[in-house]
């Protein structure tokens, strides 16, 4: 997959609306129950730029994006406002948000993720676009330095403990970070109103998750 490692204009991104989307089969039984399937195991987050304009300027910066990615062909990261940290929008980043594993002595890379729970269930979504310098991972409740305990590829969200950082069997490994969602524009074509003065929209400017 050509991805291109820039985010969309927040400035414009705040208006948008989306979130994340499920695929589920249902079938209906003669006797009225229902047998359900997921054929995806991850869910694919969906969003809609198109309110988020509110000048000829953020329409000229729209369009050079777009040109920039080639329409659909390239992706390129998106800040979900309303999910983009290890913890809830309005907290603050701590290395104990997240657990990513247990040590076994050997194990050294772990892959970020984020964990929803409700009511006893619970989802792991790998993180795959972790901002740099957001990162923070602690083992067994200590806190470790960048750099000299690990190191992070932003590109995939994996972490990689140096020689002699290796967590210890039984460790448990936590993280804090913020995060972006790797997505393309699902359209080739923009279509731009101009019909306000010194105003203009786009009113439909859809983009789509991708797996990275």
Not at 45 to 54: K, P, T
Not at 80 to 106: E, F, M
Not at 124 to 140: C, F, H, N, Q, Y
């Amino acid at each position: 997959m050509s991805f291109h490692d820039i985010r969309f204009p927040t400035d414009i991104s705040f208006g948008s609306t989306g979130g994340p989307e499920r695929r589920t089969e249902i079938v209906t039984l003669g006797s009225g129950r229902e047998e359900r399937n997921s054929p995806w195991a991850d869910s694919r987050r969906r969003y809609n730029a198109g309110q988020g304009l509110r000048s000829l300027d953020d329409v000229h910066e729209l369009i050079a994006f777009f040109e920039a990615r080639r329409g659909r062909l390239h992706g390129f990261r998106w800040k979900d406002r309303a999910d983009w940290k290890s913890c809830a929008p309005g907290g603050l980043v701590s290395p104990a948000d997240q657990h990513l594993g247990t040590g076994d002595g050997a194990r050294a890379n772990y892959p970020l993720v984020k964990t929803y729970a409700s009511g006893g269930a619970s989802y792991a979504r790998t993180i795959a676009k972790p901002v740099a310098g957001s990162l923070r991972i602690a083992v067994g409740g200590e806190e470790k330095t960048p750099g000299t305990d690990f190191s992070l590829d932003a590109a995939t969200g994996l972490v990689t403990f140096l020689p002699g950082c290796i967590p210890a069997a039984g460790a448990s490994v936590t993280a804090g970070f913020e995060f972006d969602v790797p997505v393309r524009f699902d359209t080739d074509f923009l279509e731009i109103n101009l019909g306000a003065f010194e105003a203009g929209s786009i009113p439909n400017i859809p983009v789509v998750e991708v797996r990275a």
